[in-house]
């Protein structure tokens, strides 16, 4: 909450926390949550996000098909087993 100053009233503003778009780029980069989930969790549109990902050069996708194609082709290699 802030005091605007020109009509002497509160207003509640939408603070973006550093630490928390910290947090959400870096799980980003790993491929370790969606945009979706770190909006959620930062309390920021999924456009802010992207945002934040395009500013820090991440590429969210191929982060993410990484880690997935991992995970795949682990569980394929527990099937053979």
């Not at 020109?6 to 778009?21: E, L, S």
Request: aromatic share 6%.
């Amino acid at each position: 909450m802030r005091l605007d100053t020109q009509h002497g009233i509160f207003t509640f503003v939408k603070m973006k926390d550093p630490n928390a778009r910290r947090a959400a780029v870096k799980l980003l980069a790993r491929g370790s949550i969606t945009v979706s989930e770190a909006a959620t969790m930062a309390g920021v549109s999924r456009q802010v996000v992207r945002y934040w990902c395009h500013a820090a050069g991440i590429e969210i996708g191929q982060a993410r098909q990484t880690v997935i194609t991992r995970i795949w082709r682990r569980l394929l290699a527990e099937r053979e087993r």
